[in-house]
């Protein structure tokens, strides 16, 4: 999930129409591959291939968090990736996109509302020290004392203890499915509590994890580097003696890297990166899988008066083409889904959606009804698909008679005008991260717990509800019942409104890097298997 003013570049009418001629290029031949090499895997890193090297990673935008460095404060996915090279969690995520061990090796539930975490004796801080029960106790405390935007996540929890040297129990106030998926992304990581609370430590300046790598240097929004974290279990098997990891926000500029070698892995996000790759030499582009999703954002607060209006809203999302914006932004390689991410067990199915039924007619009499309507769309370049997908909604759209106007603008800008309060934009596009439990993304639809929606949506108290339930509710058929309401009250009030699933493309240098990247992610974590890449 991306997380703040207006003085973007507005598109004029030529350069919208030549970058959807551009889209529309895509075809199923070109789009990035989604074979698997393993089950579950796009690639596996081979222990033959030559290690030892220096390994050169692009991507797209740096960390930008107001609170520094402190992974309690992570707020967007490239944060949660680049620090959780340094930081590990209790649980992780495996390529199945199941709750795997990790800091705890294993855990009982001795009723649905207890958590025993048995603690893995060899987990050391990159400053020498081991884990403790006491570290894992404070950081869950800490999270839940200072809150942030991951807290709501964690669910009731009504108590922390150290129960043994190396366990911990946690006691929630009631049931609450997606906990154990909860702790598996960076904003949960166990931290070294003695350290911070003495002072010896900054946390939001210094990366102090018991992760396999430590940060040694960085200049904001142009590099880090990282060196191996001799204390972790992985730290003799690394295949690359450092880690470079280049900021590089234009697209072309990391695929040009990976054809003359000068990157050795890169987050490419388009797939028309594919094509222009595809007669490279020894670089391979794929499609990882994601249950992230891009969606729009309506604003009902402080955007145009109409916007107020729920019928408009869902007018405005009633027309949106989702088939069309994956066959032109995405080169049919993705699919259209509710607020749950397609694919997870229980989501709904965004074909049985209010919205899907896609009456052109029905809409344009709403949007007549009130004499026409004119907005801007405002979309970061961060990401290029962003604007191809403006662009396709500008051309739905204008079939209603509301003329949009896109406005194209860097990410502290879109920032300022989106997240901003007021907030200052009609609609605008980003995109969520959509975890490992399909009830998880759904507290953004909640102002009051997601924080940063409450500028531009007002919710419900009867989507709230809905959203309480899906977290008690345990896996299964009940759950799936409450999703499919869920799914469709917030399809209805159409204050954010779910597009399609948003695969990453990633490529690599295949003469000098041989990586391991699972098909699926649900956290932004396409360096989720960094420790079993080879770098020559």
């Known amino acids: 999930m991306h997380t703040a003013a207006r003085a973007g570049v507005a598109f004029t009418a030529v350069a919208v129409l030549a970058l959807t001629g551009c889209a529309a290029g895509a075809s199923p031949d070109t789009e990035p591959t989604q074979d698997e090499v393993a089950p579950g895997f796009l690639a596996v890193s ?3 291939f030559d290690s030892g090297g ?53 855990w009982e539930t001795p009723s649905d509302t207890e958590y025993v975490f048995t603690l893995a004796d060899d987990a050391v801080f990159s400053n020498g020290r081991a884990m403790t029960a006491a570290d894992v106790v404070g950081s869950l405390q800490r999270l839940l004392d200072t809150p942030t935007t991951w807290t709501g996540q ?14 911990v129990t946690v006691t929630l106030s009631e049931p609450y499915a997606p906990f154990l998926a909860a702790l598996a992304n960076t904003p949960a990581a166990v931290l070294p509590m ?30 880090w580097t990282f060196e191996p974290n001799e204390h972790h279990p992985d730290a003799a098997s690394l295949g690359f003696s450092s880690l470079t990891i280049d900021i590089v926000g234009d697209e072309a500029t990391r695929a040009a890297a990976l054809r003359d070698g000068s990157a050795d892995f890169a987050v490419l996000n388009s797939i028309d990166s594919a094509e222009l790759l595809a007669n ?25 008066e109409a916007l107020q209006d729920q019928d408009v809203r869902f007018a405005i999302n009633s027309a949106i083409d989702r088939d069309a914006i994956n066959e032109l932004a995405f080169g049919g390689s993705t699919s259209a889904t509710g607020v749950t991410p397609a694919g997870l067990p229980d989501a709904c199915v965004a074909e ?45 759209l204008a079939e209603i008679g509301v003329t949009v106007e896109i406005q194209q603008v860097d990410y502290a800008t879109y920032s300022a005008a989106v997240y901003g309060s007021p907030a200052d934009f009609d609609l605008a596009l980003s995109w969520f991260a959509g975890y490992a439990d399909p009830a998880m993304v759904t507290t953004w639809w909640n102002p009051e717990v997601a924080g940063f929606s409450a500028v531009f949506m007002k919710g419900s108290d009867e989507l709230d509800g809905l959203i309480a339930d899906g977290y008690a509710t ?16 917030a399809d209805e009030q159409s204050e954010m409104v779910p597009l399609v699933l948003r695969p990453s493309t990633i490529g690599w240098n295949t003469a000098s890097l041989s990586p391991t990247l699972s098909s699926d992610e649900g956290y932004g974590n396409f360096l989720r298997y960094i420790t079993q890449f080879r770098a020559s």
């Open 474 to 489: 345990a896996p299964g058929a009940d759950r799936a019942a409450v999703f499919e309401k869920l799914c469709a009250v």
């Open 46 to 48: 081979d222990d033959a």
């Open 54 to 106: 220096d390994l050169i990673v692009q991507v797209d935008y740096d960390t930008a968090e107001a609170s520094g460095l402190d992974p309690q404060g992570a707020a967007t996915a490239r944060s949660w990736m680049l620090e959780g090279l340094s930081y590990e969690t209790l649980t992780t995520i495996d390529e199945n996109l199941d709750v795997a061990p990790s800091l705890a090796t294993s």
């Open 280 to 304: 490279a030499k020894d670089v391979t582009v794929v499609g990882q899988r994601n249950t992230d999703f891009h969606y729009l954002m309506i604003n009902s607060l402080t955007g145009d």
């Open 352 to 396: 049985d959606l209010p919205s899907a039924a896609r009456d052109v007619a029905a809409a344009k009499a709403v949007i007549d009804e009130i004499g026409g309507l004119e907005l801007d769309l405002v979309v970061y370049t961060d990401e290029p698909v962003l604007a191809q997908i403006a662009q396709v909604m500008q051309q739905n």
């Open 154 to 167: 964690l669910g009731p929890i009504a108590s922390i203890e150290a129960t043994g040297d190396l366990e």
């Open 194 to 223: 003695a350290e911070i609370e003495s002072g010896e430590i900054d946390i939001t300046t210094e990366m102090v994890g018991t992760g396999p790598l430590v940060a040694t240097a960085h200049r904001q929004d142009e590099e």
